[in-house]
């Protein structure tokens, strides 16, 4: 554009110039303005694809990637951390991509037009632009110094904030309970005020960037005409010659402006890129984290056996000399527990609180890896399985019943996406859920809040186990699962499960001596090692820590009912 | 339209009635800002002059000492300017800052005065994603949209009254053509505001999943849902892909437009102020200036689009962070005056009828009186209401009908604070925070000493554990410490019993704890419980044998109530429940 205002110029100055030709210079730049707005949307379009498409594919990859963490990685990061890096983080990053290209495909293109434009003139000129760039460059260069290390601490602080207040949404009862409203919102003050404070300090820093570049950019057309004012009176009073650096004085303060004003646009892109550059890395962070535990090969399909019925969907479980502790800790969780469960039998642990019992059902679909020792499934390690392969052969009921949002029948069919109605239904029904999901508006497709608060929790533990009955696995894992139900109905469920999943395998961690009295074998922990194994009646005769429970849950005479 | 146009408005008046308390600093802010803005119009006047000045002496001698004086004048100006607008930006971020930390700070105030009911209904992720995102995004728009709008407005105005006063031929010629880029740049916001809005929602849903998804995590491996999980995600993300590159997209042609609109009054101004300069009718100097002015003229236009394109995002977000502190809040409390402070604990619940959804109700018509020190047992199959109960019991909902009512005094006209205050509670769900050992024991309580700590400590059972902990009772536990249930559990009876109320509830607080621990706990208890009346909801019986009375539930109605022996001898739901635990011959 300024070309032709050049050309303008000129003409204006060279007197008897036609109006015609002013015109025609006139149309040139229309033409420039209208090709610069088509190229302008062209790379905005481009940049808004571009940007949010490598956002989507972030989102994915985190998503993918944080769905196949084990305990020991999802330890490491908290919920809520993971929480802000794949969604305010991502953002971050997406938007300064849009900006970027948009701005990366544009000013220097600009910039080096407007240099080159402007080189072969007074060198006064361009060492006044030299200078202004390089001020504005020092400037910039402060402030990263300065900011980038805030923004760091923003990002961690932007975290604690999340966790608070996920605290004040997850206690929220409890919170209610103690009237500490108040507490709570101290501490979440605390965290506030020490984000509202580090932002303050980097934005203030950083709000010095703009006066400066206008300051900049209106002091270099000063200078310019300024330093032309001087170059003029030194050119001498030839007419021709003044003429020529007059019109190259305004040409050359409009395209020093571009030059700036270029200038400006990535200065606005480094004032964006310390923040991002923080989001980026912990984006990367995740994305880094290796999962320590492999998947194996092992495709044990085929242990589907044939023995004397038809198929029968089980599998027998070995614990070789297993030890376990968590990484970092100092002593062992689990030590040398070794035993044998053959295929279709059922096995019960019971212990004091913190005796292993929970660390033990998680090491089998592998949630932690043993740290010495090695347990099979039908004769191959656990960690040999593809990992896909293992966890369907599992049905895990937590001890903490998590229900997801959607309906009665999406939750139970979990496990098994090709699930018929009937086979919903049958597990249902052997969870003793049928009653009061029959009681659910919409019945099996009744909708089921994120985290099954519309439930109560002992049908969210009834909803949990039916989720692994229809998966109809080959071993059962209870972790507790039955805690929360009430003994008629813990035996209705557990005796319907015994008609019906007669075949599998089943693990069964509990406190209650009622629920495990039947099993074929009884192992009792006591501070991670095996205290005892064997039956109820033979428990009951050799094993002191088993008396005990016993005696403290039934009067001498219930011992002795049946 | 006339609906949208609301839609739009609303959200923008409650953020600046927001900005009201803030506004002395504001409006110092602005006076800055628009004082800097002068200086810009000024600027030009000055430089024509200057180039004036120049143009005369081509032909003869330059006139040095005028120039260095407008010279100096105009740097003093642009170095006023800067200083200015720095005063500008600093004031405004504080305030900014400021702003976000109070939005905040009320929301999660706000968290604390809802009912329970709205946590049924909505996901934390989402509400999250407002304290956060939202906030961000309003925040960012603050800080660079209202001094950017306001000395951009008097640039705009201040460009126009310099051009007319300079030429009005071109001064109308160039606002012609900024008026076309005014209509566009007001076709292109509404267009993306749709998008914008959608952006927002769709990033609270994915938010919601994602917290959803990450916190069930282990369970979705287990039965090998990787899969639909993220087919599930990748759909939500698509549609945020969706929305988030046409919003952006939109909004990035602002710019451009903007862009020629003011290649388009720099090309008029140039060709039509060729003309007139070869004409002789203006001196050259006027079309510098006026290039500069429309300079002034469309960058201030450009700012306010890209205010705009900043502001969209911004009221789709304070749409939602305003929404929320706009829902419905646990009524106001202010004005009841009956307290309690020392209660004898003479409960009673007459005709209480209550459903968590108005059109369901589960509790049709509950009635009981429990005399002070008594402990009231509450069995009853799972989901028969016991732990609604309790609910309304601590006034987390607020009943249908019907009274409950404390010492003779109804607990709706107390104080909620008050009626909590009575009670120490332990819940089925634990709940621990991220916090030392102590502050998760002793919690908001005040003046608990050590001593208190080790007896309470020795009295539940946990003075082992605390042992093996690296730092005591000032060890940090966090989300995923190693802590068993049963741990957590005894940590929450600990805490129960350091706060120490008159009233106690146990629902079904030792769930998770074993029978050997169980019985350390129940001894602790029943020292607790002496002289308080007590509720307590347990599955396992052996825990209610000695209650003083036993209420049996089923659909929400007391079926049955009586002492151990008396419900047994009636052989009716309850004896079948306490038999059920002894299966005979099974």
């Known amino acids: ?562 | 339209m006339g609906d949208d146009k609301k839609k739009e408005i609303r959200p923008l008046k409650e953020l600046s009635a927001y900005c009201r308390r803030y506004l002395p600093a504001i409006l110092v802010s602005l006076l800055l800002g628009g004082a800097g803005a002068v200086f810009s119009v000024v600027g030009p006047d000055r430089i024509a002059d200057m180039v004036n000045v120049i143009e005369q002496g081509l032909t003869g001698s330059m006139d040095l000492r005028r120039i260095g004086q407008i010279g100096v004048f105009l740097a003093m100006l642009y170095g006023l300017g800067g200083v200015f607008g720095y005063g500008q930006q600093y004031i405004l971020t504080t305030v900014t800052q400021r702003m976000s930390k109070r939005l905040r700070t009320e929301i999660a105030e706000k968290i604390n005065r809802m009912p329970l009911r709205y946590f049924d209904a909505n996901s934390f992720g989402d509400i999250l994603s407002r304290l956060t995102n939202d906030v961000d995004t309003i925040g960012q728009m603050l800080g660079s949209g209202i001094g950017t709008l306001v000395s951009s407005a008097t640039l705009l105005i201040g460009a126009l009254v310099m051009m007319f006063v300079t030429n009005g031929v071109l001064a109308l010629s160039a606002i012609g053509a900024s008026v076309i880029g005014f209509v566009l740049m007001i076709v292109i916001a509404r267009t993306s505001q749709k998008y914008f809005l959608a952006q927002q929602q769709t990033l609270g849903e994915i938010n919601g999943y994602i917290e959803e998804m990450f916190s069930g995590q282990q369970i979705i491996r287990a039965y090998n849902g990787e899969a639909p999980a993220q087919e599930n995600f990748d759909e939500i993300n698509r549609s945020l892909y969706d929305s988030a590159w046409k919003s952006r997209f939109l909004s990035g042609m602002m710019m451009p437009v903007i862009g020629l609109v003011g290649n388009l009054g720099y090309m008029v101004v140039c060709v039509l102020g060729a003309v007139m300069a070869a004409k002789g009718t203006i001196p050259f100097g006027v079309i510098i200036s006026f290039t500069m002015y429309i300079r002034l003229f469309t960058q201030p236009l450009s700012q306010i689009a890209q205010v705009l394109t900043s502001l969209q995002p911004a009221i789709a977000a304070s749409t939602r962070v305003f929404e929320f502190l706009g829902e419905e809040e646990l009524e106001d409390e202010s004005n009841k005056t009956k307290y309690l402070s020392s209660v004898l604990g003479n409960v009673e619940f007459l005709h209480v009828r209550f459903g968590y959804r108005p059109e369901r109700t589960i509790i049709h018509d509950f009635s009981v009186a429990v005399k002070a020190g008594q402990t009231v047992a509450i069995v009853g199959h799972t989901g028969a209401g016991k732990t609604t109960i309790v609910n309304l019991l601590m006034r987390f909902y607020e009943t249908d009908g019907g009274q409950i009512r404390i010492d003779g005094i109804p607990i709706r006209e107390m104080k909620r604070e008050n009626v909590r205050r009575l009670f120490c509670m332990v819940l089925q769900d634990t709940w621990i925070f991220e916090g030392t050992l102590r502050e998760n024991l002793v919690y908001c309580k005040e003046g608990v000493t050590d001593a208190q700590l080790d007896a309470v400590c020795q009295a539940v059972g946990l003075t082992h554990y605390v042992k093996t902990l690296p730092g005591g009772y000032d060890t940090r536990l966090s989300e995923r410490s190693s802590l068993s249930a049963g741990q957590r559990q005894l940590i929450t009876i600990a805490r129960a019993m350091i706060a120490d109320a008159p009233l106690l509830i146990l629902d079904e607080a030792t769930s998770s704890v074993d029978t050997k621990t169980e019985l350390l706990v129940q001894r602790a208890m029943s020292t607790l419980m002496e002289g308080r009346t007590s509720f307590v909801i347990a599955h396992r019986l052996s825990t209610i044998r000695n209650a003083d009375l036993i209420l049996v539930m089923q659909n929400g109605d007391i079926v049955e109530s009586g002492s151990h022996r008396e419900l047994l001898a009636r052989k009716g739901i309850y004896a079948e429940l306490y038999n059920s635990q002894f299966e005979k011959g099974a």
């Open chain 1, 1 to 562: 554009m300024p070309e032709y205002m050049s050309g303008i110029t000129l003409l204006v100055q060279t007197p008897g110039s036609e109006i015609d030709e002013i015109l025609q210079n006139g149309g040139y730049m229309l033409l420039c303005a209208l090709g610069s707005m088509a190229a302008s949307i062209a790379t905005g379009y481009f940049a808004a694809k571009v940007a949010a498409s490598l956002a989507q594919k972030l989102r994915s990859r985190m998503f993918c990637k944080v769905m196949g963490f084990y305990n020991e990685e999802l330890g490491h990061f908290s919920t809520a951390s993971l929480i802000t890096r794949s969604t305010n983080d991502i953002t971050q990053v997406q938007m300064l991509v849009a900006m970027g290209l948009q701005i990366i495909t544009k000013t220097p293109i600009m910039m080096v037009w407007g240099i080159t434009k402007i080189i072969r003139k007074q060198w006064q000129w361009s060492l006044t632009v030299a200078a202004a760039v390089l001020m504005i460059s020092l400037v910039i260069l402060l402030v990263a110094i300065l900011v980038l290390p805030r923004f760091k601490i923003i990002q961690a602080l932007t975290d604690d904030l999340n966790r608070v207040a996920r605290e004040n949404l997850t206690g929220i009862r409890v919170i209610r309970a103690y009237n500490a409203e108040k507490f709570q919102q101290g501490k979440f003050e605390q965290v506030n005020a020490s984000l509202t404070d580090t932002n303050l300090f980097a934005n203030r820093v950083t709000a010095l960037l703009m006066p400066i570049m206008t300051l900049v950019t209106s002091g270099i057309s000063l200078a310019i005409y300024w330093i032309g004012a001087y170059l003029l009176d030194g050119a001498g009073a030839g007419g021709m010659e003044r003429l020529d650096i007059f019109s190259d004085m305004v040409v050359f303060s409009q395209y020093a402006m571009q030059v700036i004003m270029a200038f400006a646009m990535m200065t606005v892109l480094f004032v964006m890129l310390p923040r991002v550059m923080v989001s980026v890395h912990r984006i990367n962070e995740v994305l880094d984290t290796e999962v320590k535990i492999k998947s194996g090969t092992q495709d044990g399909r085929t242990t589907e056996r044939t023995t004397g019925r038809a198929t029968e969907r089980t599998a027998s479980v070995e614990f070789r000399h297993v030890s376990f502790r968590y990484p970092g800790a100092g002593e062992d969780v689990l030590h040398d527990i070794s035993f044998t469960v053959h295929a279709g039998e059922t096995v019960a642990f019971i212990g004091a609180t913190g005796s292993g019992k929970s660390t033990l059902a998680n090491l089998l679909p592998r949630y932690y890896d043993v740290t010495e020792g090695e347990i099979l499934i039908d004769g191959i390690r656990v960690s040999d399985y593809e990992i896909h392969t293992l966890r369907e052969k599992i049905g895990y009921v937590s001890q903490k019943a998590v229900l997801f949002s959607g309906s009665v029948a999406s939750n139970v069919a979990m496990g098994k996406r090709d699930a018929t109605e009937e086979e919903v239904g049958r597990a249902l029904s052997v969870s003793q859920s049928e009653e009061f999901v029959s009681r659910m508006a919409g019945g099996v497709s009744g909708e089921i809040a994120q985290g099954g608060v519309n439930v109560s929790g002992g049908q969210r533990q009834r909803l949990s186990i039916a989720r692994a009955v229809c998966k109809n696995p080959e071993i059962y894992i209870f972790d507790d699962s039955f805690s929360a139900l009430d003994y008629k109905t813990d035996r209705l469920l557990r005796q319907e499960l015994e008609r019906c999943a007669k075949d599998a395998t089943k693990l069964i961690v509990a406190q209650r001596i009622g629920t495990i009295r039947h099993a074929d074998n009884i192992i009792v922990l006591a501070d991670g090692k095996i205290a005892g194994m064997g039956t109820h009646a033979g428990l009951l005769e050799s094993c002191l820590i088993y008396q005990e429970i016993a005696r403290s849950q039934m009067s001498e005479e219930e011992l002795h009912h049946g």
